[in-house]
């Protein structure tokens, strides 16, 4: 009697159990199928994860040296202003703030560069300066000899440019290249010959523009008048 009761309550529950799946599945159970789903959610949930879009973090270069002379009032006297550059370069989250870029359609080159934006400059150890409409095309080589073991970058190519602004502190000077002199032009911009790198930082770069500006006239800001701005720089990036 005790076997067969036994008996019955086996085959009671084993009945249970199948009445509880899926005819659908073949016999598999509910459970299971939850299982499954909590499964591909969790795969999903990981393909999302994997085609998150990096941030674009990616800087040009800048390497170079910028020296203004600004005047005063009184003959003889004046203020010269060295920076120098070598370092990320970006409109933000960089070493130094800029952009450069060449236009193939007019064979134009211009550029920005500053410790910060030209609105942030506000004291005499900040600076920035713009110029454009530099006369393209880049001249081939920078250098005089690029295997010597000093090198000389080239110069006295004179070329024309469109505009220069530059600010140092409050003092903010605007001007275009003057007409029938010679002591204001981009002195070489140039583009690199293979194996050629930067002065100082030993960088690949794109573009070397150097400027000879002196005995300025008829530049002033609120507070001096400008002299000189004379300098060069190295780009790599460059639009």
Known sequence: MKKYLVT????????LAFAGCSDDDSGSCASDCDTDTDSDSDSDSDSDADTDTDIDTETDYVEGELSINMGSNEPDAGTTADFSFMGSMAESGADYYG????????????????TSAMADVTTADEIYIRITGIQGPPIEGVYEDPTAEVLVPKS?????FSSAQVKNGYNIFSFSQPEGTDNCYVEMFAAPISG?????????FSYYVSINCNDIEGVESGYAPLNSVNGYFFFDGCE
Not at 156 to 160: F, K, L, T
């Open 8 to 15: 019955t309550v086996l085959i009671m529950m084993a009945t």
């Open 99 to 114: 952009k450069c870029s060449y236009s193939d359609l007019s064979d134009k080159f211009e550029f920005k560069v500053g």
């Open 156 to 160: 006295g190519a004179n070329i024309a």
């Open 196 to 204: 050629e790198l930067t002065l100082v930082g030993k960088k690949s």
